[in-house]
T-cell receptor, first 115, second 117 residues
Framework: DTGVSQNPRHKITKRGQNVTFRCDPI?????LYWYRQTLGQGPEFLTY????????KSRLLSDRFSAERPKGSFSTLEIQRTEQGDSAMYLC?????????????FGQGTRLTVV | AQKITQTQPGMFVQEKEAVTLDCTYD???????LFWYKQPSSGEMIFLIY??????QNATEGRYSLNFQKARKSANLVISASQLGDSAMYFC??????????????FGTGTLLAVQP
């Protein structure tokens, strides 16, 4: 399978705990995006990597959130001191080229539930 | 600010009939792209169709076509010959700008389509 892979698929955690999600993009894609999707809403942009450089972060990405993409390959998204409001689907997407025409390929997401 | 509006929270369609899902957008950019994605209950976002702002012809991909009306800033998705497997959430999205920009996607709130046998 050469698609975008996300792990874990589901995560239940207690409020206050730290969680980390992983995204493995399509191997030749240099652009990687993280989105968050809450119930009944469309995905909202969180952050963007071009190769290993994190070039844009949304205001949604509070200080408790950190993302990395070492060596420009896989990426991790960590949430520290989770809150119930962090419960959402976290989607990763990758794409290859610049410009507006190429589609982003999405993973199946990690569904986080904070109890 | 860029915005995507999908005014239909839910739609029903009979199997084998056509259905139109509405999407309007707002942007001040001259160059932009419009996308439709399908999200089944399993969660992944599946790309369906793309329309560029400079494309003069409406995009088509199999049973999917995009009714692009630039002056009205609308990009409606038409699904012909609906199938039971088309039941899913459908999201309209827009990507801004030229190369060098982040080119992130801005999504609407989605339309839940239910295909009835």
């Amino acid at each position: 399978d050469t698609g975008v892979s996300q792990n874990p698929r589901h995560k239940i955690t207690k409020r206050g705990q730290n969680v980390t999600f992983r995204c493995d993009p399509i191997s030749e894609h240099n652009r990687l995006y993280w989105y968050r999707q809450t119930l009944g809403q469309g995905p909202e942009f969180l952050t963007y990597f071009q190769n290993e450089a994190q070039l844009e972060k949304s205001r949604l990405l509070s200080d408790r959130f950190s993302a990395e993409r070492p060596k420009g390959s896989f990426s991790t998204l960590e949430i520290q001191r989770t809150e119930q409001g962090d419960s959402a689907m976290y989607l990763c997407a990758s794409r290859a080229n610049t410009g507006v025409s190429t589609e982003a390929f999405f993973g199946q997401g990690t569904r986080l539930t904070v109890v | 600010a860029q915005k995507i509006t999908q005014t239909q929270p839910g739609m029903f369609v009979q199997e084998k009939e056509a259905v139109t899902l509405d999407c309007t957008y707002d942007t001040s950019d001259q160059s932009y792209g419009l996308f439709w994605y399908k999200q089944p209950s399993s969660g992944e976002m599946i790309f369906l169709i793309y329309q560029g702002s400079y494309d003069e012809q409406n995009a088509t991909e199999g049973r999917y076509s995009l009714n692009f009306q630039k002056a009205r800033k609308s990009a409606n998705l038409v699904i012909s010959a609906s199938q039971l497997g088309d039941s899913a959430m459908y999201f309209c999205a827009m990507r801004e700008g030229y190369g060098g920009a982040t080119n992130k996607l801005i999504f609407g709130t989605g339309t839940l389509l239910a295909v009835q046998p």
